[in-house]
């Protein structure tokens, strides 16, 4: 298994970091986790196409986790992939068909790209046959709880606290081969999240705040800082520990040595930060 960092960073744009996303490699299947504003060009940027990516699962639909979507179904179509799976929250149906249905967003676009003779004639040429669907992603709905497996995967989901009732927020276990990765998703202080991450080969965290930053109760609740998740990570057992998610003002060599001192005084096992491109091979021993 290999995990691929596409984007490691927040709401905030910032020319260091693309939004959430990141790409699992598993048993021949690419799925991405979230599609944030950036990861697309950070996938191409990675030696892959958005045609590349066969399964999109997405934790919840604030813009800095699908942003991208649109871009990556629109490419992936343009390059002639089959349509992409996609699992998510509601309403990600509604949204997708917002986006590219008969009366969505892109129709005109489409319209001009299916229709014009032109058009056709550069689809036909590139390899394509007429009439040239349109982009169709086979979206399910999935609810905590929900399991998805194919042959040499499983992802199962559960809910986090983060910006419910408004929205559903999941995060995500996938298991192959006796191997266990978590993403957390945006989740805030969660003993159900702490039950799914024992025994995690690795466990990829968001991390909104540094330790010493003050906050309300209740915004505390729903953004650990590194001591509060590497502590998590260390009762759970878990073999490595990467956060990600980084703010701005985070993203700075003080910042990053005040994470990571946070988590060496209660985490024994490897730790760091995410940096988008990084690659992380998860096996037995490694």
Known sequence: MRLTILGSGSPEATARRAASGYLIEVAGTRILFDCGGGVVDRLL????????????????????????????????????ARPLA????????????????????????????????????????????????????KVEEIAPGAQIVREGWRVSTLEVPHAQPLLTCLAFVIEADGLKVVYSGDAGRSPALAQACVGADLLVHWCYRLDGEVVSDEMAALTPT??????????????????????????????????????????TGPCGIAEDLDQYVIAKGA
């Open 226 to 267: 590194p001591t509060d998740i590497a502590s998590m990570a260390q009762a759970a057992g878990v073999r490595r520990l990467v956060l990600t998610h980084f703010r701005a003002h985070m993203d700075t060599l003080a910042g990053h040595a005040a994470a990571l001192s946070a988590m060496d005084a209660v985490f």
């Open 45 to 80: 940027r990675a030696g892959l196409r958005p045609s590349d990516v066969d399964v999109l699962f997405l934790s919840h639909l604030h813009a800095d986790h699908m942003m991208d979507y649109a871009r990556l179904v629109h490419a992936a179509w343009d390059e002639g």
């Open 86 to 137: 996609v699992y998510g929250p509601a309403p990600t149906a509604e949204m997708s068909e917002k986006l590219f249905g008969a009366d969505g967003v892109f129709a005109p676009d489409l319209r001009a790209r299916t229709e014009l003779a032109p058009s056709q004639a550069v689809w036909v040429a590139r390899g394509g046959t007429l009439p040239r669907p349109w982009p169709a992603p």
